[in-house]
T-cell receptor, first 109, second 115 residues
Framework: KQEVTQIPAALSVPEGENLVLNCSFT??????LQWFRQDPGKGLTSLLL?????REQTSGRLNASLDKSSGRSTLYIAASQPGDSATYLC????????FGTGTSLTVIP | GAVVSQHPSRVICKSGTSVKIECRSL??????MFWYRQFPKQSLMLMAT?????????EQGVEKDKFLINHASLTLSTLTVTSAHPEDSSFYIC???????????FGQGTRLTVV
């Protein structure tokens, strides 16, 4: 069974700082990896989707990488803003997802 | 991307009553829908997988008689929490997919509070 781990569990940074969130997984036989944002009490907002054959995806200030051989993915956030404060989840799979425990990010103005 | 709508977004019910949560695919036919549960400070855990027109498949430890799932049409799946108890209070979220898709699309989630 796929196990997904996210480190760190919580992160607090000053506004403007660049940061990296980590996701590791045990089974490299995946269809895709997806990074989500979850605001308190809300659903999931998809940020980036990396297909199994891809190594990275970029959207604005976000860049996600995927290394299946090492079972790792990173989400890089450039020039963080207070509005980036949320919980970030990585999910692996195809249509059924296995989720990590999330990283709670706080960006301090 | 495809749109999945979940309703209600929040519900408070009394202990012992039943609550129904709906998950609709608005612009595609969802042959498969997934129901997840998230307890405070924990990750999303798959509860069950429902395929249109057939019985749902439940994950280990999930009581199928307590969490009734119906997927009677290609655009609607429902999760009914029967005889709800305070420990059922959680965040429930659905996702939907179609044949050949490698991506799932998520509803907005439902915050259930049982008092």
């Amino acid at each position: 069974k796929q196990e997904v781990t996210q480190i760190p569990a919580a992160l607090s940074v000053p506004e403007g700082e660049n940061l990296v969130l980590n996701c590791s997984f045990t089974d490299s036989a995946i269809y895709n990896l997806q990074w989500f944002r979850q605001d308190p009490g809300k659903g999931l907002t998809s940020l980036l989707l990396i297909q199994s054959s891809q190594r990275e995806q970029t959207s604005g200030r976000l860049n996600a990488s995927l290394d299946k051989s090492s079972g790792r993915s990173t989400l890089y956030i450039a020039a963080s803003q207070p509005g980036d404060s949320a919980t970030y989840l990585c999910g692996l799979g195809g249509n059924q997802f296995y989720f990590g425990t999330g990283t709670s990010l706080t960006v301090i103005p | 991307g495809a749109v999945v709508s979940q309703h209600p977004s929040r519900v408070i019910c009394k202990s012992g009553t039943s609550v129904k949560i709906e998950c609709r695919s608005l612009d595609f036919q969802a042959t498969t829908m997934f129901w997840y549960r998230q307890f405070p400070k924990q990750s999303l855990m798959l509860m069950a997988t429902s395929n249109e027109g057939s019985k749902a498949t439940y994950e280990q430890g999930v009581e199928k008689d307590k969490f009734l799932i119906n997927h009677a049409s290609l655009t609607l799946s429902t999760l009914t929490v029967t005889s709800a108890h305070p420990e059922d209070s959680s965040f429930y979220i659905c996702s939907a997919s179609a044949p050949g898709w490698t991506e799932a699309f998520f509803g907005q989630g439902t915050r259930l509070t049982v008092v």
